[in-house]
């Protein structure tokens, strides 16, 4: 019971102060406003250098999502410091904000069913989360927080290792991950920006740098685009974003993104065989570099491509082999948010003695795709799939702020998010035949197989 009555206390002591006031803040701080498709998507531009995108939706009656996202992460810091700088997110987490401990932040998330997640990736910095419509604020109020009270001790450095060291000790015996590792490694001949963190590496991490690091990475928001959808008022978000994200200051530099250097695929053809302990079934990708450029039009007819890629491959092997063993095809960003180094990739799980004949039906049929291009019924087919799909992801809350976040990022119209299941209707075999014999080689690809 006392438990109870200090965990309440402290939220509300917390909620009190957390919504108050922020010296500053004034609405004039907004830009310039513009409304796009049709009033359903708003624009916010901030004086700051911040651009926030408002999606209002009735799909969850409370439910909201945000996202900040910026390029430029620890790709950019030298091998050596590479570490500090992905435990920096971490460490400020442990150390808590302004005048509250990490605890108290916790209180606070929990009480208004908040997620709050900051987070440094190779080519991105990050802050995400959900909310209820009376948790927009509360978030809003802890990003304002992140930028500018960071508090970032040493006792949140000691706590985040010991923190990481458990969760890495027990990912290092998940075989998913070491399986996706060893995928990467191969696929970008070991760039090291990929490279994961293990427990030893832990004790390169360096406070200073870690500090400095994540100074430079949340103090300006210049760069940053702030995506908000889910159930909530547009007057009010746009109030809110103004008072706590527009009161930012930018007296620091921003952050110079530096385009990586080139994260190579390896030439001809790659076989490699992993073994891990405790897999009960061998796990197989077949992957292939794409050789097109990807923009707003051509990435739905990706897409398309690699649906009938897929149906065909389902179809054929469970044909042949009774059962379709989860055979899967999508296409990948492993440079992800940067369009760079794409490929398709293909997987399967079986019994270790059926992988070569697996493989040699998927080489074989996109051969046959090659050759002979895509039958008028399969066109038919993926098309009736893809608008169910279409009408399902267009009332999916997550995916609109995903694909928002994305479109910004890489500099697209998004109309086109709207304008994607027009493309795929209007796709005809002869584009599709063209991607499957331009898109990728049968002469360079990677078959990685995981085996128990």
């Not at 926030?52 to 790709?75: C, H, N, Q, R």
């Not at 978000?237 to 530099?253: C, D, Q, R």
Request: proline share 5%; hydrophobic share 40%.
């Amino acid at each position: 019971m006392r438990f109870v009555v200090y965990f309440l206390t402290i939220s509300c002591l917390i909620t009190a102060h957390l919504l108050g006031s922020i010296e500053g803040a004034s609405s004039s701080d907004t830009d310039k406003i513009e409304d796009v498709s049709e009033g359903c998507l708003v624009q916010m531009k901030l004086s700051n250098g911040m651009t926030v995108w408002l999606k209002p939706t009735s799909f969850e009656s409370d439910e909201i999502f945000i996202k900040l996202t910026a390029l430029g992460g620890t790709a950019e810091l030298p091998s050596k410091d590479r570490f500090s700088g992905e435990l920096a997110a971490q460490i400020a987490w442990e150390s808590g904000m302004g005048g509250f401990s990490s605890d108290q932040i916790s209180v606070l998330l929990y009480e208004h069913s908040l997620e709050f997640v900051p987070k440094i990736q190779p080519f991105c910095r990050v802050i995400e989360g959900t909310s209820g419509k009376e948790g927009l604020e509360a978030f809003l109020k802890c990003t304002h927080m992140l930028f500018t009270q960071k508090n970032f001790s040493r006792e949140g450095w000691k706590a985040a290792k010991i923190v990481s060291k458990t969760s890495l000790s027990k990912m290092a015996c998940d075989y998913d991950l070491a399986y996706e590792a060893a995928f990467l490694s191969v696929n970008t001949q070991g760039f090291q920006a990929l490279q994961p963190m293990s427990v030893e590496d832990l004790d390169k991490v360096d406070f200073d740098l870690a500090k400095a690091f994540f100074q430079r990475c949340f103090s300006n928001p210049q760069g940053f685009v702030c995506v908000i959808v889910g159930s909530f008022d547009i007057d009010s978000a746009k109030a809110l974003v103004n008072h706590y994200l527009g009161s930012i200051p930018t007296e620091e530099p921003p952050f110079n993104f530096n385009q990586p250097e080139p994260a190579p695929f390896p030439p001809g053809i790659t076989n490699k065989e992993i073994h891990l302990s405790q897999r009960p079934d061998s796990l197989t990708r077949l992957t292939f570099p794409l050789q097109i450029s990807l923009n707003e039009k051509s990435i739905h007819q990706l897409a398309f491509m690699c649906q009938v890629i897929e149906a065909r491959l389902r179809r054929v092997i469970t044909q042949n082999m009774k059962l379709s063993y989860g055979i899967d095809v999508c296409y990948e960003f492993p440079l992800y948010p940067l369009l760079d180094n794409p490929w398709i990739s293909i997987r399967f799980r079986c019994d270790n003695q059926l992988v070569d004949k697996l493989k040699q039906i998927v080489i074989h049929e996109l051969k046959l795709f090659q050759d002979r291009g895509v039958t008028q019924e399969e066109m038919v087919e993926i098309k009736k799939l893809e608008a169910g799909s279409d009408d399902y992801w267009l009332r999916d809350n997550f995916y609109w702020m995903s694909m928002l976040t994305n479109y910004y990022l890489w500099k697209w119209d998004p109309e086109w998010i709207y304008l994607g299941s027009t493309e795929t209707k209007d796709l005809n075999s002869k584009t599709i035949d063209e991607l499957l014999k331009t898109s990728f080689s049968l002469k360079n690809y990677s078959i990685i197989t995981a085996k128990p």
